[in-house]
């Protein structure tokens, strides 16, 4: 209704009552503007197809009601095609939750801890593919399966020499394990060891069907929202499995650098096209190569807003990116591979893109590598917005970070995004010249 208060969402993600130093939320359910169920519902025709042009709108406008997040993030994600109906998608759904039952149990008779209710902290085995007998890793198997862990260690030697990747997903357990346990711990939510563990599997399975990223530190951030919004534990597999399509190439390295320094060398460009001289001040601190800002585009600011903010920007950078042939794209790949610039054989239609989509469109804005991520933009955004402290205050690298952690909790998502688009404008605009 017009007119009415602001409703706050502390109810929808209840933070543990001790954790008293999390960022507050600044996200609010406005009547009119955010996303609604009533407006959700009214978006399908009967058939199920999906207004995603309008859709987006009201998304950039106030965000996502909490109550049915989980199901519009399909959406934005390009887990479903807004043109399908409700029985197509229905099928869809059984065939992912049947292929990722097949995944998960295919993981299991590796290693039995996986679907049990439980996880690992400890390595398992040796980088060699040797047991680890450390009495603490044979009673973490005992409490996953309920059985001898000497017996699991027997079982896996007698078919003689591992294969690699298998040593390799073994070593990725206890990391994964470890990450789990320092996940959003703030959140009732993760009091609950099933939810925990849940997590873990998840992540387990990604780390075995794209084994050439595999598992990598700050996954877990990036999953556990999937995990939280989506009840089934196909549907939050298959949407982190989408989001990581946008984002594997970060992870992924070559041993001499690792994907996300691609994203850094164009921020370096962008930040000498829209401040130069915040660019030559941050050089001349040794901060050239901006890897300061690595984290920022690792987790997708997960660190610099609360729980529910973070929530609020993703929804909005994908609103804002939004691509109605990404469906398309997804199914013609195999999971475990990464976004790439391919179309259904039909022209987009202007109204079902995202603004940020649309302004590549109509300026060809994309890179050798394809179009850049908003997220390196929303970074600029952030950098212009300190510039002044930045200038002033930064005397060197370690002031600079210090000014970045401390905005923690203290950014306007809907700001930072509305600053992304102005200097992607600009910065298409001078690029050109």
Sequence with gaps: MWGAAA??????YQVRPECTDVPKTRFKIKPGKTLSVRKWQAAFVQEGSLDIGKTLRRIRRGGIHPSIRGEVWEFLLGCYDPSSTFDEREQIRQRRRKQYASWKEECKKMFPVIGSGSFITAPVITENGQPNLDPLVVQEINLGTNSNGSLFFKKLTSRGPLDK???????????????????????????????????????????????????????????????????????????????????????RSTGRSVGVEAQLSHLSSITQIID??????????????????????????????????SLYLWEMMWALEYDPDLFHIYEAHQCGTEKTDLSNGKPKSMSQCGKYERQNMRNGGKSAEGPLPISVFLVASVLKDKSSKLMTEARGL?????????????????????????????YLRKAKK
């Excluded at 409703?7 to 929808?12: A, I, R």
């Excluded at 997960?302 to 729980?307: G, L, N, P, V």
């Design 398 to 426: 370690d002031d600079v970070v210090k000014i970045l952690n401390d905005m923690s909790g203290n950014l306007d998502a809907k700001k930072t995004c509305s600053g992304a688009i102005k200097i992607h404008k600009k």
């Design 165 to 251: 990747k298998v040593i390799q997903w073994l070593l990725s357990l206890h990391q994964i394990g470890l990450d789990v346990n320092r996940t959003d711990r703030s959140l009732e939510f993760y009091e609950k060891k099933e939810n925990l563990s849940k997590l873990w599997d998840i992540l387990s399975v990604y780390a075995w069907i794209d084994q050439d990223v595999g598992y990598c530190q700050g996954m877990s951030d990036l999953c556990s929202p999937m995990i939280v919004l989506l009840e089934d534990e196909a549907d939050s597999f298959f949407c982190f499995e989408r989001l990581m399509r946008r984002l594997r190439g970060n992870f």
């Design 276 to 309: 130069p001289k915040l660019h030559q001040h941050l050089d001349k601190l040794g901060g050239g190569d901006y890897l300061f800002a690595i984290r920022m585009l690792m987790v997708q600011f997960r660190r610099e807003f609360s729980f529910c903010d």
């Design 7 to 12: 409703e706050p969402v502390d109810s929808y």
